[in-house]
């Protein structure tokens, strides 16, 4: 799956909520998840592998 930005115009409390989701989808059906940001919080809250362009 592939995001970009997609918390970008988020306050704080649905950004939670939404990468809850993604990460319960990606989780669930076991998936791979390439989250394009550029909000520093969101990449130190999600572990995981990361690419940092």
């Not at 995001?3 to 306050?11: K, N, P, Q, R, W």
């Not at 989701?21 to 390439?34: A, E, F, G, K």
């Not at 394009?36 to 990449?43: A, D, E, I, K, S």
Request: aromatic residues 2%.
């Amino acid at each position: 799956m592939l995001y970009a930005e997609v918390t970008s115009a988020l306050d704080p409390e649905l950004v939670s909520k939404v990468t809850g989701s993604i990460r319960n989808l990606v989780d669930q059906h076991n998936l791979t998840m390439l989250m394009v940001t550029h909000q520093h919080g969101l990449r130190q809250r999600h572990p995981g592998p990361r690419l940092h362009l």
